[in-house]
């Protein structure tokens, strides 16, 4: 089993609506990540976070907003999104920065 | 500016068979880190091995090799005796390592190889 846990695993959300995503993490891992993945193509970063604190934004649309509440959690909050924000989410989190990433199961979203 | 490059798009083998995917980088860093990773229909990326770029010492885990060539700026992964388990997408992956240590998990991904192993 996964030690990084991502809820819900299926979301489907229309245009308006505001949602959020979960990850949870208990490997006392201190770097968090967030990665989109469309079909068929590879992960591709979109934040990451060291010791709780943003490091990377990888010119995200303002429509996602992480949040990283604590060492073990990070939310991903969305808002407005558009079809083709419909993808697969995928947290990961780290031991440190070279070190490998962990992943968890994802997060699949569909925008209608 | 890096890049990795699976040429392998898909590749259909038949169980017992050994299976090679390749993977090949592009980098101007000295320093840097090679990844394997395996994601299954699932959807969760599940880490194979890490490699630096100072250890050119292939690996053998079990069924699964990896030949690492700095002079090829090659990554190769064999699977012996393949088994459908194994039937997954596989990405190779580079991060860079810098003197801040600010690469984080900023993971160059190659496109993938979906490999199906059949009964």
């Known amino acids: 089993d996964t030690e990084v846990t991502q809820t819900p695993k299926h979301l489907v959300m229309g245009m308006t609506n505001k949602k959020s995503l979960k990850c949870e993490q208990h490997m006392g891992h201190r770097a968090m990540y967030w990665y989109k993945q469309k079909a068929k193509k590879p992960p591709e970063l979109m934040f990451v976070y060291s010791y709780e604190k943003l490091s990377i934004n990888e010119s995200v649309p303002s429509r996602f907003s992480p949040e990283c509440p604590n060492s073990s959690l990070l939310n991903l909050h969305l808002h407005a999104l558009q079809p083709e924000d419909s993808a697969l989410y995928l947290c990961?989190?780290?031991?440190?920065?070279?070190?490998?990433?962990?992943f968890g199961e994802g997060s699949r979203l569909t925008v209608l | 500016a890096q890049k990795v490059t699976q040429a392998q798009t898909e590749i259909s083998v038949v169980e017992k068979e050994d299976v090679t995917l390749d993977c090949v980088y592009e980098t101007r860093d000295t320093t840097y880190y090679l990844f394997w990773y395996k994601q299954p229909p699932s959807g969760e990326l599940v880490f194979l091995i890490r490699r630096n770029s100072f250890d050119e010492q292939n690996e053998i885990s079990g069924r699964y090799s990896w030949n690492f060539q700095k002079s090829t700026s090659s990554f190769n992964f064999t699977i012996t005796a393949s088994q459908v388990v194994d039937s997954a997408v596989y990405f190779c992956?580079?991060?860079?390592?810098?003197?801040?240590?600010?690469?984080?998990?900023?993971?160059?991904f190659g496109q993938g190889t979906i490999l199906t192993v059949h009964p």
């Open positions: 990961a989190s780290s031991q440190g920065t070279y070190g490998e990433l962990f």
């Open positions: 992956a580079l991060s860079e390592g810098n003197a801040g240590g600010t690469s984080y998990g900023k993971l160059t």
